[in-house]
């Protein structure tokens, strides 16, 4: 079984997806049980190095990563709010710091949890879907 990034990394490498180059920088959120668990934190950055973009690393990045507060679903448990809320703070700072122009991850549990939070702290940084940036690049 592979991870998306996975198959998207073999494939580009193999030259079966031919991607454009994005003049952009980025910041990648490792998701947890992708980078952690799963141990795909290199494929998405050989995904990243192929769309030519500058990808600028968050503290504790790839294998370290800090979770955004939503990992294994929890961003549909309400009663955890609080604590995801506070857990997103310290990934918002995160983003920050990078000062990347696009933030971008492989995990539709982080995308929920990033645009959650987005709203509600009214932060002006959107989370995109590597495989939708790969997608709109393709020749």
Known sequence: MLHITEFLARNVA????RVKKLAASVAFHDPC???????????????LRALGVELREMPQG??????????????TLHRADEHRRRAFIIKMNQVEATGAE??????ANCRLTFDDNQAHY????????LLELVAASLY
Do not use: H, Y
């Open 14 to 17: 193999a030259g079966r997806i």
């Open 33 to 47: 049980q992708v980078s952690r668990r799963g141990g795909a934190t290199q494929a998405p950055r050989e995904v």
């Open 62 to 75: 790839g294998d370290a990563n800090w979770c955004c507060g939503g990992g294994g679903g929890v961003v």
């Open 102 to 107: 696009k933030l971008v991850s492989s995990c």
């Open 122 to 129: 009214k932060w002006d940084k959107k989370m995109e879907s």
